[in-house]
């Protein structure tokens, strides 16, 4: 029998204030996966509660001692990798080969914010005035709510909580409804790395149950949100009205330029992966190609050949190379682009469900190529998150170029050429959070900033050298030892 989860508050673990729980499935097969609590605002309420309660005592445990604790979690995820990333692909359907790479994520970041326990820089600077100290340093900020997607179910927790927490705030952590149980790994590993109570809070439920009462919560002053743009941009005017800090990583619509002197081999494996891989459901992933006019029809025939030869099934089977979309809505979501697109362009490959056998029982779709696509067709400016690629011709650089920045999202983008020019001017021009150069749009790296422009994000950037910003106020400090009134810009013009 499925087991029963419970919501992690104050350190105890409980039910939904309401009993209700979700049942959580495997995309690939229907089998069910475990209950949860359908939480409401009254969860969220006791969650704000507790660690608000935590908050004094851990701001003022020393960082270093903090990051110990991340470093440790980081150490319990290395150690149990495989379990996890097993555990991810039931839940949401990628490869093994990808969910190593997102439990991977998780260990990295544990290893690269723990160091930041031990840094956490400030600013000394000198003060205008004589026998006067001046300094800046960062300071926790409170309660953080943390909303997360589905899609990078361990990765992106780890992004924003291990952060967080190493900079001294609490959290409310509410992850998506389609992988909760990574969520209540990332809890119990915490809470076995010996965070203290009420530190971290986890409350399962829906956007409109826990989401939005976290939104409007007055307890909780920094709300960390990755998902689509609609949400976030939603998130961002009702949390943003009530001054909270919204810090946005949103949708993507991420396209790989490829120039008529480009390796259209090297090219076609980088596309294949960017637009396919996770079943095309990352937020970075390539789901149009700017490609020159005179190499379209050769990359055209590259990439639908070996598109059509992809195997799909269980991502737990080795030989699989393509998993279910997430959920049966998300397949009506591509299965409704790929009508548009029969308008748009012209179908090289995949373009319906797969059913056959045993994937009957999951949410498969085949990877689909439209070629001849124009660049406002709504299948090439439109997020649609599944495995659909559409073909733009294009003339030249600068058009390439215009044509990724004319898009509502600015999260991936890359070119491949051979000429060492125009890739300058590609890294200078693109307007995008990320840009890659012979390379496909994914596969970014945690010790990098992280994030998009125009409607992928509201200028934070996660990981990195950045990975603090959102969750810390800069306070400068002056200590004045000179034992007289000083007046800056006063006493010394
Ligand atoms: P989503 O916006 O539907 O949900 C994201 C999270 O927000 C979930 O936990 C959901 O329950 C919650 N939520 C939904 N409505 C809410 C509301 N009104 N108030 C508060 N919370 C609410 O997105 P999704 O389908 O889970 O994820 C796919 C999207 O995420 C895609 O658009 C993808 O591009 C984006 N994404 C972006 C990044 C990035 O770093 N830029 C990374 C991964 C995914």
Not at 29 to 54: F, I, N
Not at 155 to 182: H, R
Not at 362 to 388: L, N, Q, S
Request: proline share 5%; aromatic share 8%.
């Amino acid at each position: 029998m499925a087991e029963t989860h419970l919501n992690l508050i104050g350190g105890r673990w409980v039910k939904a204030r309401s009993g209700r729980t979700f049942a959580n499935h495997n995309p690939a097969t229907g089998e069910a996966l475990g209950d949860y609590p359908a939480s409401g605002p009254e969860d969220v309420d006791a969650a704000v509660a507790a660690a608000a309660k935590a908050y004094p005592a851990w701001r003022l445990t020393p960082a270093p001692k903090r990051a110990e604790i991340v470093f440790r979690a980081g150490e319990l995820i290395r150690a149990r990798k495989e379990d996890l990333a097993r555990a991810m692909t039931r839940e949401m359907g990628k490869i093994l080969v990808e969910t190593r790479g997102d439990v991977q994520e998780g260990i990295d970041m544990a290893y690269l914010a723990a160091g930041e326990g031990r840094r956490m820089y400030g600013v000394t600077t000198p003060s205008e005035m004589p026998n006067k100290w001046a300094m800046s340093v960062r300071a926790p900020i409170g309660v953080v709510g943390v909303i997360t997607p589905w899609n990078f179910p361990f990765a992106i927790p780890s992004w924003k909580l291990m952060p967080a927490l190493v900079a001294g705030n609490t959290a409310v952590f509410k992850p998506a409804g389609d992988t909760p149980e990574m969520a209540w790994h990332f809890a119990k590993i915490f809470e076995a790395a010996g965070l203290p109570a009420g530190v971290l809070n986890l409350v399962f439920g829906s956007g409109a149950q826990v989401g939005e009462p976290m939104v409007a919560h007055p307890g909780i002053a920094v709300i960390s949100f990755t998902g689509s743009t609609d949400v976030g941009l939603g998130i961002a005017g009702r949390g943003g009205a009530l001054g909270k800090r919204i810090s946005l990583e949103m949708g993507g619509k991420n396209a790989i330029i490829v120039l008529e002197d480009a390796d259209l081999s090297l090219a076609t494996d980088a596309i294949l992966w960017s637009a396919f891989g996770t079943t095309g459901q990352r937020c970075t992933a390539c789901s149009r190609v700017l490609v020159h006019e005179r190499v379209h029809d050769a990359l055209a025939q590259r990439l639908a050949e070996r598109a059509r030869r992809l195997t799909l099934g269980d991502g737990l089977d080795p030989a699989t190379e393509v998993g279910p979309l997430v959920n049966a809505k998300q397949v009506e979501t591509v299965a409704d682009y790929v009508a548009v697109g029969m308008q748009e362009g012209t179908l090289a490959a995949g373009g319906a469900r797969a059913a056959e056998g045993t994937l009957a029982r999951g949410h498969f779709f085949r990877p689909t190529v439209f070629t001849g696509v124009k660049a406002d067709a709504r299948i090439a400016v439109e997020e649609i998150f599944g495995p659909v690629l559409a073909l733009v011709k294009v003339t030249d650089l600068e058009e390439a170029v215009a044509v990724n920045n004319a898009s509502r999202y600015g999260l991936s983008s890359a070119i491949f050429t051979a000429d060492v020019h125009r890739a300058f001017a590609a890294m200078r021009d693109l307007e995008t959070g990320i840009v890659y150069v012979n390379h496909g749009t994914t596969g970014a790296e945690t010790h990098l900033p992280f994030g998009g422009t125009r409607g992928t994000g509201n200028g934070h950037r996660e990981a990195g050298h950045t990975m603090l910003d959102p969750f810390t106020e800069w306070k400068s400090i002056y200590v004045d030892f000179s034992g007289r009134l000083q007046r800056a810009q006063i006493d010394n013009a």
